[in-house]
């Protein structure tokens, strides 16, 4: 770190990533075991949205990481290739689009303000006046993309599709059926191949949109062996464990270049002589120092994750569907 700007720490601030809560496990229910997956992602979606368009900061990443977790489940318990299934797919994805960029902000936030000491510089002060009006802009873009009315018929579509699935489970069609079985086992075999083809596009060298991609396929196929795993079809739980610790590695990364990128937007737009341009520089180099360390240990576990899409792939697919070539 660099000694000339007060509020730049000498040690790493921790992450203030926040973990999203997990599915509660289910209690006395006599619903099938998918039905009660089902229901708690929904119930999870509608415990957080409205906060999440009022602005909370806690409810934007929950109900984020509800919208992921619909995105895995809806596909099983639904044709996506009906009309109604490829809308109510289509509607996750908008809304987890535009939950991301007002979470990506609050995290930037809060490092910034982790990485400021009592008295804020200059600097420090215009980056947080900064991220808080694009986090501004960033909310009333996520209002218009989700407004009351389509938030109340995206609840509601979710809701029929809970009691569809209760319906079928009162009716004693227990288990998981062999065609919810088999999509299930091809989204968790495609989840796997593209986790595999991201960590061998993304290589050795730090290029930041192949390391997010890396990202984003771990998440993913997380979220799937977290439902495998909630289904009691497959122990998924030492998996999901290792996909977790590379995600909040990866995780840190991501959040760290949201702020590098921010910092510059903001140094681009002030005297390049000037002090709060100096800071800012500062706190890049400090960013960039961050960033290598956290790709240095990703490169230590990638090799690690390479094989983990292998196991998926050789021997977790095939326990769900012995028909579906890998």
């Known amino acids: 770190m660099s000694a000339g700007n007060p509020d730049m ?30 229901g708690r992602r929904v119930e999870a979606l509608a415990g957080h949205l409205q906060a999440a368009l009022g602005g909370d900061e806690r409810a934007i990443h929950q109900a984020r990481v509800a919208t992921r977790r619909l995105r895995e489940i809806v ?78 018929r995206l609840l509601s579509r979710l809701a029929d599709l809970v009691r569809d699935r209760d319906l079928a ?49 771990a998440k993913r196929l997380r979220y799937a062996l977290e439902l495998t795993g909630e289904l009691r079809l497959v122990r998924t739980a030492s998996l999901v464990s290792s996909l977790r610790a590379m995600q909040d590695v990866l995780g840190e990364l991501h959040d760290l270049d949201v702020l590098r990128t921010e910092a510059r937007r903001v140094r681009s737009d002030v005297p390049p002589d000037s002090i709060v341009a100096r800071n800012l520089e500062e706190l890049t180099d400090d960013v960039d120092a961050d960033i290598r360390l956290l790709h240095a240990r990703y490169l230590s576990g990638a090799r690690a994750l390479a094989a983990l899409t292998d196991r998926v792939r050789d021997r977790i697919a095939p326990c769900l569907d012995p028909s579906i070539s890998t």
Request: some cysteine.
């Open 169 to 217: 489970s009162r009716r004693g069609h227990g288990g998981l059926p062999s065609r919810e079985r088999r999509r299930l086992a091809r989204g968790v075999i495609d989840r796997a191949r593209d986790l595999g083809i991201a960590v061998a596009d993304a290589g050795a060298i730090l290029i930041i949109d192949r390391v997010h991609a890396v990202r984003i396929a």
């Open 9 to 38: 720490q000498t040690t790493s601030i921790a992450s203030p990533r926040r973990r999203a809560t997990p599915p509660a496990t289910a209690g006395a229910d006599d619903r099938t075991p998918l039905a009660q997956s089902l």
């Open 75 to 152: 596909p099983i318990v639904s044709d996506t290739q009906s009309g109604r299934g490829e809308r109510l797919r289509r509607r996750l994805k908008r809304l987890t689009a535009a939950l991301g960029p007002v979470r990506e902000l609050d995290v930037a936030l809060m490092l910034v303000n982790g990485r400021a000491k009592e008295t804020p510089s200059p600097a420090i002060v215009a980056l947080r006046a900064h991220l808080t009006e694009r986090r501004r802009v960033a909310l009333e873009h996520l209002r218009e993309a989700c407004d009351s009315g389509r938030a109340r």
